[in-house]
């Protein structure tokens, strides 16, 4: 069992636009603005598409957004692409003893 | 261009110590603004933060790991090097390093290719 909860699978068509949580709770997400979210198709390595909460790196299109509130964060793809087809995952710093906790992972499904 | 490549044996047996190394390049480990870290992820399954090492040898272990785990850095040849002791078949994983900073504030930025360490007899 992950430390943060994710749906397990979310689906949209091209050009839709989709929503995946990740609810931690206030010894996580809910006190540290330093959320991550990252992408992975199958074989592949992960890839960073946001950190900080919504910041997004060099080179990740402005198509992925990230938020919060309260204990829970969100990840949002507009336009979905064929390419957007991956599994996502969120991160969180999580304190001095914990310090790092992952989200179990969603499995999204461009139609 | 930082590159990360980890490097150890794929198999191991069941409760012995599971080993391996990555080595940076393209920077030097020895940066005050980067941590350096082992996540893993077994087949099929999602990614588990192992743990993380400084420059300085400062290290930060997953509470649910960490009597198992030693996390060490070799300044002098920029590696980090990952100890699993008394393995099980449950340590079956691809693992990854990856460089974050300071309380993960800019993610896992930088990651390597993932090294597969099967545990089997």
């Known amino acids: 069992q992950s430390a943060l909860t994710q749906p397990r699978s979310v689906s949209g068509s091209p050009g839709q636009s989709v929503t995946i949580s990740c609810t931690g709770t206030r010894s996580d997400v809910g006190t540290y603005n330093f959320v991550s979210w990252y992408q992975q198709h199958p074989g592949k390595v992960p890839k960073l598409m946001i950190y900080a909460v919504s910041e997004r790196p060099s080179g990740v299109p402005d198509r992925f957004s990230g938020s919060k509130s309260g204990n829970t964060a969100s990840l949002t793809i507009s336009g979905l692409q064929a390419d957007d087809e991956a599994d996502y995952y969120c991160?969180?710093?999580?304190?001095?003893?914990?310090?790092?906790?992952f989200g179990g992972g969603t499995r999204l499904t461009v139609l | 261009q930082l590159q990360l490549q980890e490097s150890g044996p794929g198999l191991v047996k069941p409760s012995e110590t599971l080993s391996l190394t990555c080595t940076v390049s393209g920077a030097s480990i020895s940066t005050s603004a980067y941590y350096w870290a082992w996540i893993r992820q077994p087949p099929g399954r999602g990614l588990e933060w192992i743990g993380t090492v400084y420059y300085n040898g400062d290290t930060y272990y997953n509470p649910s790991l960490n009597s198992r785990v030693t996390i060490s850095v070799d300044t002098s040849r920029d590696q980090f090097s990952l100890r699993l002791s008394s393995v099980t078949a449950a340590d079956t994983a691809v693992f990854y390093c990856a460089r974050h900073g300071t309380m993960i504030r800019g993610g896992f930025d930088s990651w390597g290719q993932g090294s597969l360490a099967t545990v089997s007899s």
């Open positions: 991160c969180s710093y999580a304190g001095s003893y914990t310090h790092v906790v």
